[in-house]
């Protein structure tokens, strides 16, 4: 089932000119306007519930109250010799039949519907949870390709510790144990979790006997350096009451910063702070294993340093909220973020700051992109393709995908024109004319013609496959892609209860 959204003003309000928020047509009565059908999304919060294990080639997939996991077989030499050729945007390849397998389906014993789980790069972890409790499995290859799992039993005993709430009057109440999301690191060595209730995060070390919980962050929990929900620099813990009056003044002035402080200690706060609640729903980790990223349902972002096990610092927050959280391959602490209004925001992380090249990406993104019906929902980076481009002296490209599109786009081309803008457009005589290229950048005019095909040559996006319910590399030069065909959910439906016969006496 899929929610569906419909505009229904009165014939009379239209006189006040009353604006579609839909955004898919001018009008807004119920006759006239168009509807907008929500985007399904697999997961909890908006986000996929499908990952994939890049060095063991798995998939895994988590449903209500049970996951499934497949492996992609690897490429034949005769496919791997054809893998350079090369084919034109849009055009559906011929599916092959045994492409996968089938290796491993878990039906859980849980209390609520399955809320989160992942599986380790390696293969050989998988951690799934619900609301109230984490179950984490260890899987064995069997000599027929299947895989067995094995249980962690002692994981809820290991964890209520650190998530036992420290007030009286919660002593009696039970301890949840559930996650909302978590992340393994590139070498499956730790597994960082995000407890559903608490809003904890925990590093947890899976080399030794039995799981080991490294260090708690309790960042997220606090409301230190915000007013509203935005993360003010220098803010200092004060009083509800005078957070709401700072608040009502500083609604009509600029944002105090835009940039993180560079001053953020080890702990939250030298002072104590109001406890707020909140859930985190996003965490990405750097390929070399460094940082990790972290943003919950409140549009805060908080940056840890694993190696230290220490907190780095805090993101702005943005207006959106954060829909696609990634780390790219060619600079491990450049920071993509991908925003529910499709907008796109890059960080470093390490010097803490948005860096110079990123003002035209953020700034200029065509207008199809940022008014595309279904939000932003993941982002990938494939390392084949970017260590060619970083061969050329270029660099820095990102897929960006939703429930029905996959785009592509180069970070670091300048000015983003040209990618979407084919049509023909009409002057004011009524008559077709042909696209004017746009203006390059008062920095590119000296070799204009380049920069401008370069950029018409950015933002390329196709809308074959849908509904899209997972997108990522899982080899470089290999994206595999999950996508649920309406007419598939159609043919599984019983048969109509009733069929009218016309013509029949």
Known sequence: MSVVLTPAA????????????????????????????VAYASGAFGRSGVCVARAGRLVCC??????????????????????????????????EEGGWERVLDMELNVQSNLVAGTVSDDGKWVVVSDWHETKLFQLESLPNGQLKPKRIRNLTSIL????????PSHSREPVSTGGSTFVFTPDSTKL???????????????????????????????????????VVKGRTPVSEEEEEDSAMDSADKEPETQTASSSDDDSPSSTPSKTISTT???MAISPDGQWLATSDLLSRTHIFNLDALAHHTALPSFPHRIHALAFLPSACSTLVLGLANNTIQVYDVEVRAFPAWTRHLTEALPHRFKHLHDPIVGVTFDQHEDAKEKQKGEGRTAVFWGSTWICKIQLDAGVVYGGFEKKRRR?????????????????AEEDGSAQTQQSANNFKLITTYRPILFADFI???????????????????????????????
């Open 10 to 37: 009165l014939p009379s309000s239209t006189q006040n000119k009353v604006v579609n928020p839909l955004s898919t047509s001018s009008v807004a009565t119920w006759e006239d306007a168009y509807h907008r059908k």
């Open 62 to 95: 988590v449903r209500e109250a049970g996951m499934s996991v497949w492996r992609i077989k690897r490429k034949s030499v005769g496919e791997e010799e054809d893998e350079g050729m090369e084919v034109d945007e849009g055009v559906v390849l011929p599916k």
């Open 160 to 167: 209520q510790p650190h998530l036992t709430p420290s007030t």
């Open 192 to 230: 960082i979790m995000a407890s559903s209730v608490s809003a904890y995060i925990l590093a947890i070390d899976l080399s030794g006997d039995a799981p080991r919980v490294l260090r708690k962050f309790e960042h997220h929990r606090l409301g230190t350096g915000l007013i509203g929900n935005r």
């Open 280 to 282: 985190i729903t996003r």
């Open 427 to 443: 002057d004011g005589s009524g008559k077709k004319r042909k696209d004017v290229a746009p203006l390059p950048p008062p920095e």
């Open 475 to 505: 080899a470089p030069g290999e994206l595999v892609v999950v996508e649920r065909p309406l007419v598939d959910v159609l043919a599984r439906l019983p048969p109509a209860y009733f069929k009218p016969k016309y013509g029949a006496s």
